[in-house]
């Protein structure tokens, strides 16, 4: 069934696990589209603080079991791919994908949209479907640039070869690597961490990021300003100064 292509299983103090479960015979696009619908959960929910992406060395196909046959179809599927995963970055909630085995093709590219990965020391990464005369479809020749540079990601990309988790950490693709046992209860105790800070503040900190990274310098350091004078007007910057003056925890409300 769909919805059980990928589900959200929520956790303590507001974070969830978005956990892909991939089956074979699902086509892309009915994954993506069981996919978006769960980012849309995500994003309308005001319970909801933090999400851990798990599951994705489960993503081993691109465009396989796919029955769309004409260069519009395609073009179409890649889209709303892209669309998906514009979502996922844009729902104003923290996101860490959690990685490990091979986290290739589709899985990678979810990766990508999320503000940061972190792996185990099984993870290994890459586009292989370039030996299919294929290319990421969803923004991971876009994302995966951005990241790690223009040469390092034409050399993933044009090899389809893949790295190893002491590399991907080497060349910035994944900010942090933990013991193969820890891998989720480090990446949850990561995010709750996250999440004792101001959602407001990292929403809007998430944005600014976003849209300065490739504009000019000048342009984004007014962004910043705009910024900066927003959440200095918040319920939540209010509250972390009173709760600093009072010795105690912010109770920080997202306003």
Known sequence: ?????CSIQYKDRGLVALTIHWRETASTAEFLETLGKRIATISDSSEIRG????????????????DEAT?????ALSGFGQQVMF???KTGKPSIAAIEGECTGLGLEIALACDFMVAAGSARFGFPAIAEGLIPFC??????TRLVGKSKAKELIYSGDLIDSAEALRIKLVNRLYPETELLPK???LMAH????????????GEVVNAGYDIDLQTACMLERN????????????????AFLDKRQPQFKGE
Do not use: K
Request: aromatic residues 8%; charged residues 20%.
């Open 227 to 242: 910024a900066f004078a927003l959440c200095f007007s918040s319920f939540d910057r209010h509250e972390g100064m009173q």
């Open 187 to 189: 990446t949850m105790e």
């Open 194 to 205: 996250i999440c004792t800070r101001s959602p407001n503040a990292i929403r809007i900190g």
């Open 51 to 66: 999400v851990v992406v798990t599951g994705l060395s489960r993503v081993r196909q691109q465009s396989r079991g796919t």
């Open 71 to 75: 260069l519009y179809d395609f073009s």
């Open 139 to 144: 923004g991971g020749t876009q994302r995966l």
């Open 1 to 5: 069934m769909p919805e059980r292509l």
């Open 87 to 89: 979502n996922l970055e």
